[in-house]
């Protein structure tokens, strides 16, 4: 009679064999695919742009409207301010004090129209000649009187696009020529990024690269104002090409002037908004042209 102990090592070592044999005998009912592999999309291609702007250096001409609205202002002025006290900061009889009248008179002519008369105008033609001699004398020899350059400079009427005193009253913008794959582009400078610069680094250093460094720029800010992606990714082809993204940085010029690198740069021009957009590709402009200023 088997103790208690060999009949459970008995069971144990028959419990083994039938687990082995269903192991072994088990048919493969399915096989496993293969893990599929997803295609690494390759690095971005990273340009820091610069959108150097030349500031307006004229004031701009009023439109007709605010012309209306300014003259509707002086004329309340000068109905509604206290009389001016020119015994006070004139002597009386003086040849300033008679400089200072004329002045008024035509100050308030132009405000209330030529019909507009004051005591002054009733004194006799003699006196009001001599007057008028004798202050044009007066700013002969002070040196007034000098002759107001034009408002509309040479550059605007030879159309030099290279020129930074054309469009005074405007914003205007550096663009450049290039080429690329055989075909002639307008592009704002820019350049690549090295390992472990600043982007708005990069944009400084590329404008000097491909502008020169015969010029004082500015760089507004740290920060990107725009960004441009040139070439989406598309992960449907079989060689995906890598997305060209650019960053643009707002800058302005204060003083010089540009001298293109000849090896990259074809031309350069100076230009408004509205000129930019009859140059440059149509993606290109919708994704700047609420960075420009109309004006």
Not at 8 to 15: D, V
Not at 174 to 187: A, F, G, S, Y
């Amino acid at each position: 009679m088997l103790s208690r102990s060999a009949c459970r090592r008995q069971h144990h070592a028959i419990l083994r064999r039938s687990l082995a044999t269903e192991v072994v005998s088990e048919p493969s009912s399915s096989s496993h695919p293969a893990p599929i592999r997803t295609k690494r999309p390759p690095r971005a291609v990273i340009t820091a742009a610069v959108i150097l702007n030349r500031s307006p250096i004229l004031t701009r001409t009023p439109s007709l409207f605010e012309r209306a609205y300014y003259s509707y202002q002086a004329r309340i002025r000068r109905a509604l301010h206290s009389p001016f006290p020119i015994d006070f900061y004139f002597k009386q009889g003086s040849l300033l004090e008679t400089k200072f009248t004329l002045e008024e008179k035509k100050r308030e002519r132009r405000a209330f129209g030529a019909k507009f008369k004051t005591e002054e105008d009733y004194i006799s033609q003699e006196k009001a000649a001599a007057d008028k001699a004798a202050v044009d004398q007066l700013a002969l020899q002070e040196g007034e009187g000098g002759k107001l350059m034009p408002r509309v400079h040479e550059a605007d009427l030879n159309r030099d696009y290279k020129s930074l005193d054309r469009k005074g009253r405007r914003n205007i913008y550096l663009l450049l020529q290039t080429k690329v794959d055989d075909k002639e582009i307008w592009r704002f400078p820019q350049g690549g990024v090295e390992k472990g610069e600043l982007l708005h680094q990069a944009a400084q250093r590329d404008l000097y690269a491909e502008c020169g460094d015969k010029m004082d720029t500015w760089i507004v800010s740290r920060n990107p104002v725009g960004v441009y992606k040139e070439s989406p990714l598309d992960m449907s082809l079989p060689e995906p090409k890598a997305e060209k993204i650019t960053f643009f940085f707002k800058g302005h010029i204060l003083a010089g002037q540009i001298h293109p690198n000849p090896t990259a740069i074809l031309d350069f021009a100076w230009l408004t908004k509205q000129e930019i957009e009859t140059r440059v590709d149509k993606d290109y402009w919708d994704c700047v042209k609420d960075i420009l200023s109309d004006y």
